[in-house]
């Protein structure tokens, strides 16, 4: 199935039905008063989280969603039946804006979790709710009140504990598959991975964390260069960044560059990114001759003047892999623990996460305008029957590449 991770949608709560106006005609009663009944409660419209759904993709092609009117009222002071409520399925993780105020609805993060998107509108009173002393036949009646409208836009981010970075090849796909049960594509050629991929980690009885791995990333991508910033939102709910760097890179690049063209990527991008602890793993040492490792391994850890943890691995044999997911597991688990104690540093957290949200979301959306503003500029030599070929969605077409 297509991994969609953004859609924008609308959606219309039911109208409320309308009251009317009614009176009671009853043998032998001639002025048997108002009897006119409320309308019914138009349909909500709700969103809620549903672990058996790991795509946005069902909203690319279907796009409004409207619930229906309220049942008007009925005589015999009967109200109108209320529409049934309108529930839209979406991934965990799922972040709910509404596109006309730019403000964020809900972020539904567990399983069940319901944000209510548009209210239905309430009936209208039928004439007996005016009936009066002074005034026992009123022949007055109010229609149903108009059902919320608004324009949406679903975020999907995946929710890991651990995001994966570094550039194309690095190994991060294969870290993955050797820590849990996901199984990513692997091969020698860059962009293998084109969309996150999720993995449990089990590290004892009871104890696990979710790794998720960032599609990667390389120079220039804050500015749309290769699958550019498109994933890198995901890493936004992470609470560690395992940064991988190819110690040989098959092209013989120097891994120092490469680190920092990641590390530089992220600054760009979002300055609270760039800020979420990150962990160093120096990896495929396999492809180095013994004697040479720690020269090599230690000459990238000085000349980055990297201050944080450092891991060497193999991933290929497993070799230092065992090693980092106890570190995670523990740090994790630390951080959890910390956050349950301390309300302050728990408070901090949640302000933090959130911040890093917003950053993340303000400058995707400037890197996405910045994309089709180029686009549009390419195309302003081409043929008007070209320019019609033009869609919004051009920046979230799926891209395959073969190996060469």
């Known amino acids: 199935m297509r991994f969609i991770d953004e859609a924008v949608i609308s ?12 009176f009671r005609r009853e ?66 993780g799922t972040t709910i804006i509404d596109t006309d105020l ?28 005016f009936k009066t002393s002074t005034n026992q036949a009123p022949r007055k009646a109010i229609p149903g009140f108009a059902g919320e409208a608004k324009n949406l836009k679903l975020e999907l981010k995946v929710v890991a504990d651990v995001g994966l970075i570094g550039l194309p090849n690095a190994g991060k796909s294969t870290f993955i598959r050797q820590v849990s049960s996901a199984r990513p594509k692997v091969a020698d050629y860059p962009f293998t991975t084109l969309v996150p991929n999720l993995g449990v980690v089990d590290v004892g009885t009871h104890q696990s ?37 190819d110690v040989k890179p098959i092209d013989e690049s120097n891994p120092v560059e490469n680190a920092r063209i990641i590390l530089n990527e992220l600054e760009k991008f979002s300055a609270e990114l760039s800020k979420l602890p990150q962990i160093l793993v120096l990896n495929k040492i396999d492809q180095l001759e013994d004697d040479e490792i720690d020269e090599v391994c230690n000459n990238i850890v000085k000349e980055l003047d990297w201050q944080g943890e450092v891991f060497r691995t193999s991933t290929i044999s497993g070799q230092g892999v065992d090693e980092i997911k106890y570190h995670l597991m523990n740090e994790i688990e630390e951080e959890q623990e910390r956050e349950a104690d301390d309300e302050e540093f728990a408070k901090a957290q949640a302000e ?11 400058n995707t959306e400037i890197q996405k305008e910045a994309y089709r503003a180029k686009r549009k500029a390419e195309r302003e030599g081409l043929s008007d029957d070209d320019d019609d070929d033009w869609n919004d969605d051009d920046y979230d077409v799926a891209v395959e590449y073969a190996p060469y």
């Open 102 to 129: 730019d403000v964020v609805i809900g972020d539904l993060t567990e399983v069940g979790q319901v944000v209510l998107v548009a209210k239905g509108g309430d009936g209208g009173f039928g004439n007996t709710r």
């Open 11 to 22: 959606v219309k709560a039911g109208d409320g039905g309308n009251g009317i106006v009614s």
């Open 352 to 362: 933090r996460f959130a911040r890093l949200e917003e950053e993340v979301r303000h």
């Open 209 to 245: 964390f979710v790794m998720a791995d960032i599609p990667g990333l390389i120079e220039g991508a804050s500015d749309g260069a290769g699958l550019g910033i498109r994933f890198l939102k995901h890493v936004a709910r992470t609470r560690r960044l395992l940064h991988i760097v």
């Open 27 to 92: 043998k032998f009663v001639p002025k048997g008063g108002p009897d006119g009944g409320d309308g019914g409660k138009g349909g909500d419209v709700y969103v809620i989280a549903d672990d058996n759904t790991n795509t946005l993709v069902d909203f690319r092609y279907t796009r409004k969603f409207e619930a229906k009117r309220g049942e008007n009222g009925r005589s015999k002071n009967c109200s109108g039946k209320g529409a049934d409520d309108v529930y839209l399925k979406v991934p965990v």
